[in-house]
Each structure stands twice: as C-alpha cells, then as structure tokens.
C-alpha cells in the first residue's frame, strides 16, 4: 500500500538504505594491511602450539603498531595473556616491551616506563642481557626526551651500553655513545658531548651507516655552535648537508638547513641566514611538518628583522605564530586525550577477551552485510523497474513530497537563523577584546599619571629640603632617594607594559616611518594615552620643551596636517 501511493517517495528511501548498507560495508572493511593482518588471525585460531601462536599475535600487533596503536595493543595484550600462561618468559618480556613502545609512541610515559621496568624484571630473571639493554636504552630514551632527568637517563644508557660492549654489538655502541653525546650536550657540557658523537661518528663510518654519520656530523655543529666556535660549527653542518642529500633525507634535511640559517644570523649573514631558512621552509611544506616550519619562518623573521627589513620581518613572525597556534592547540588536544586513555587503560586491559569476541561478532557482521547488499540490489533493481513503469502514469506530486520540501525550506531557514547566532557570537567576543584592551590602556594612563605625580612630588620634597638652611634631616633625604629609586623601577615595569601592549602598534609604525627612533616610539605609545607634554617630560625625566620638540619632528615624519591632532592619528593606526 505504501508503494502504491508514494512511488517517489519510496524510490529516495531505498536509494538511502542503498548507499548507508554500501557505506557501512566500505567502513568495515578490511584496510591496505587488513589482507595480511586476517590472514594472521586466521592462523591464530587453527594452532594449538602456543609459541607459534604467540608469534602470530606478535606479528599482527606488529602491523598495526604506526597506523592503529590502538588494535596493537590489543594484540600485544592478548599475546602477553598466551606467554604468561604457558609460562613463556622471553615472550612475556618483549610482549611487555612491545606494550610499552605504544604507550611511548602515545606520549603516556609513566605508563610506558612501568611496562619497560616489568619487561626488564622477566629478561633478568631469565639472564636475557640483550633483552636487559633493550629495556635499559628504551627506559634512558623516554626520561632524557619527555621527563628531561638527564641524570637518570644517563645511568640507563650506561647500564645498556655495558651490555652491548660486551656482547661486541657495534651499531648499538654506537647508538649508546650517540645517547651520551645528546645528554652531555643537554646538559651544557659540549666537549664532552662532541667526544661521544665522535665516537658514535667513527664506528658509524666503519658499517658505512651514512645516515648515523649525517646525525653525528649535525650534533657536533650544534655543539660547536653552543661554544660559540662558528666556523666549526658551520663545517660539521655543510658535511650533515652533504650526506643528507646523497640519502635523500629530507626531514634531516629540512633540519639542517635550519641549523645553518640560524648560524649565518649569529654570523651576521642575513642573506645567506634567508637563503637556507627558504630551503628549510620548502622542505617542511612539502612534509607537513609543523615544527619545522615555525622554525623555518621564525629564522626569516628574525633576518629580515636584522636587515631592518620590518615589513617581511612582521610578516614571517606573523606566520610563524600562526603555525605556532596550530602547533600548541594539537599539543592541548594530545594532552586532553592523554588523560583520557590514562583513565581508561585499565578498564581496557580488563576487557581484552570481551574485545576478542567483539571482533568475531563484526566479521560476522560483515559478512551477513555481503548478503544483506545483494539481496538489496536485487530488490531495489525490481522496486526501480515497477517504479519506472508506475512513473509512466502518474505525474502528479504527491502530499508527502510536498511536504519533505517544505520542512527542508525550513531546515534552510533554520540554518540561517544558527549561523547569524554565530555571527553575533563573534562580535560579542570581539567587542569583549576591545574593551579588554581599552581597559589595560586605560590602567596603563593611571600607572603614568602615578609616577609623574609621584615623581614631581619627591622632586620638590627633595628640592625643599636640600634649599632649608635651618633644617637637612640626611634620614629624610636618604627616605626621598630610595623612593625615586622604588620610582624608576616603576618607570621600567610601566615601559615594560608598553612594549608588550604596543608591540603591533609599533611594527605599523616601522612601516609607516622606517627610520623611527626608540624614543620617538614611546613618545608615540604615551601620546596614545592622552598624556600631556609636562607628564610624559616627567617619565622621560626631560623638559616639556623637549617633548614639544619631539612632537613636532614627530609629526613631520607623519606628515600631518596642521588640523590634524597626534593623539587622534596614533590611536586610528
């Protein structure tokens, strides 16, 4: 009956279902390395050898390790659960490592230490020393880059470098004196630091590993910088470069360039400064890598802001705050979820078996859609033939349709209504940030008016009592002297405030008269104030005379008109 009487109608539903049934197949279904990943689980389920079965689990967590640390976890969980009942130790050790790298790569690393020290209890108690560094170097690398206990990160690196000594592993040496350099260097004690990257930079070269050569020859620049031994620095960055472009290693690349932009700025080399800054900038676009690029811009903002070139100096600082925004609001959502699977990790390990049994339900799930899809195609095929038929004979809209167009005219005009509340939203918060800032101004002027009356009133006290003939209380005096010393502190906190609430202010000015001095720069900000010629002399600590002076010079770089008042032109720019 329903078919009979809304043919359209009905038509746009099964289309609807159509495409929720295909999209819904599309979600679940199996992603580039899901092929593999089944194929793994496949053969969990058909052994009973539970060292194979254990290695399988392992293996699939492997695969979703970088993509969805989520499922490895899950996977390294139900492996850990295998080995430590068939009594396993070597297995439970890494599955308890392998569970700790993921809080690691996550960021949650108190988790991630618990998870390392557990692992290292079992490879000790089953005299595993290759296992025991593992855990060692894993524990130094999340205190010396996340916690910065640089003490205690060094202690483990020993510890893992005793055992890779004895066991004659070249390339974790290398590593270890690597980690070694980096904490030294941390630490501010640079010769020492360049004597570890040197060692880590000979066995490197002797396995002809060029991309541990590249990273040895970058940190002794940086260390080098750090001594301020330039043109050091400078050759071990050039030999990083080299070796960085043979490998094709653009982030290290990327890097590098940064390094040498900043020290052409220390060198007083603002073209050059510009010239590798672009190159890191071009390299981390094309990577997307946030950090790298606030770098990139902050060394162009501050060469061209050595060249005394304001306008690009303001807009790579500009654009460097921008991704430095992007950078600090995806490091609070980090933070946010951080807190969230903290929470919720223990609820999560209780729940494993449950999860297992959620994911036989979903291939379940799956595949009853591959039937439920076909049958839908076979009866919306039919549905669409009889309804090209019925089409045929009746043209006439019908009421339902009617009215779906009337309640989407009315979703539209709702929508309307949503977006001008957020319109009013926006000017409401803009028009708080204005008053906001016409309230500092306005504290900025008391603060002003404070310390030019304080300062004319101890002037004269002072001036009074040292013209008394009859009376010179030295106690009274010496009272007056730190009063104008609390005074000029005061005077330096109120400049202070000035340049950080003028500092937009002042980089429009630069525009406008590339050759404005300091002074004037102030004369301005306290002009903006409505202050009076006689109380910005008291905060200059000169005549009245002068400022009118300097107000008149003012004005001519302006080149305002005689009608027109400073204080209004200033507080328009």
């Known amino acids: 009956l329903i078919i009979m009487s809304n043919p359209k109608s009905l038509f746009n539903t099964i289309i609807a279902i159509l495409l929720f049934t295909i999209l819904l197949f599309i979600k679940i279904s199996p992603a580039q390395d899901q092929h593999k990943a089944d194929s793994l689980i496949g053969k969990i389920k058909i052994t009973s050898n539970d060292k194979y079965k254990i290695n399988l689990l392992l293996k699939t967590g492997d695969i979703y390790a970088s993509a969805l640390p989520d499922t490895a976890l899950y996977y390294y969980n139900i492996a850990l659960l295998s080995a430590f009942n068939s009594n396993r130790n070597k297995f439970t050790a890494i599955c ?13 690393n108190d988790i991630a230490i618990g998870y390392y020290i557990k692992s290292l209890k079992v490879s000790e108690s089953i005299n595993d020393e290759k296992g025991m560094a593992q855990c060692f170097n894993n524990i130094g690398n999340v205190l010396y880059n996340t916690q910065n206990s640089y003490k205690n990160a060094l202690e483990y690196y020993l510890k893992a470098f005793e055992i ?13 004196y690597f980690n070694f350099g980096n904490v030294y260097n941390a630490i501010n004690s640079n010769k020492k630091a360049i004597d570890y990257f040197m060692k880590s930079f000979k066995i490197y070269e002797e396995l002809d590993n ?12 940086g260390a080098y910088s750090k001594l301020e031994d330039y043109n050091k620095a400078l050759e071990y960055f050039m030999k990083s470069l080299q070796i960085k472009k ?4 653009n982030n290290g690349l990327a890097g590098t360039y940064g390094n040498i932009a900043a020290l052409n700025i220390k060198l007083g080399k603002y073209n050059k400064a510009i010239e590798y800054a672009l190159n890191e900038l071009n390299i981390a676009k094309e990577t997307e890598a946030l950090p790298l690029q606030y770098l990139a811009y902050e ?9 005394r070139n304001y306008k690009n100096a303001y807009k790579y600082f500009r654009l460097s705050k921008e991704i430095n925004d992007s950078i600090f609001n995806a490091e609070k959502s980090k933070q946010i979820t951080d807190i969230q699977i903290k929470y919720e990790t223990k609820e999560k390990e209780k729940n494993l078996l449950l999860k297992e049994k959620e ?30 038929y019925r089409n045929k004979t009746d043209k006439k809209i019908s009421k339902t349709e009617k009215e779906l167009i009337n309640s989407r005219l009315k979703d539209s005009e709702n929508e309307k209504v949503v977006l001008n509340l957020q319109l009013k939203n926006k000017n409401l918060e803009l028009e708080k940030m204005n008053q906001e800032l016409e309230y500092k101004n306005h504290e900025l002027a008391n603060f002003a008016l404070h310390i030019t009356e304080k300062n004319d009133f101890l002037e004269k006290l002072r001036a009074t009592i040292l013209n008394s003939k009859s009376l010179k209380p030295k ?3 010496q009272t007056i002297d730190m009063n104008l010393m609390s005074l000029e502190k005061e005077k330096q906190e109120f400049e202070s405030n000035i340049g950080q609430l003028n500092h937009a202010f002042f980089m429009k000015l630069r525009e406008i008269i590339p050759d404005i001095t300091k002074n004037e720069e102030r004369l301005a900000a306290l002009l903006r104030l409505n202050l009076s010629s006689k109380e910005i002399a008291l905060i200059f600590n000169i005549s009245p005379q002068s400022i009118e002076i300097y107000r008149h010079k003012l004005r001519k770089k302006l080149n305002l008109k005689k009608e027109e008042t400073l204080h209004d032109y200033l507080n328009k720019i």
């Open 96 to 108: 308890l490592k392998n569970i700790g790298n993921i809080y690691a790569y996550k960021g949650i």
């Open 246 to 249: 043979e490998i094709g290693d």
């Open 475 to 477: 106690i009274l005096i």
């Open 359 to 388: 994911i036989e339900v979903l291939k379940i799930l799956r595949y009853t859609l591959y039937i439920i899809l076909i049958l839908v195609v076979i009866i919306c095929s039919l549905i669409i033939f009889w309804l090209r």
């Open 299 to 307: 060394n162009l903002a501050v060469a061209f802001d050595s060249m």
């Open 164 to 176: 890779k000594k004895k066991f004659k592993d070249k390339k974790g040496m290398a590593q270890s």
């Open 210 to 221: 060029k991309k541990g050569m590249a990273q040895c020859y970058n940190n002794i620049g």
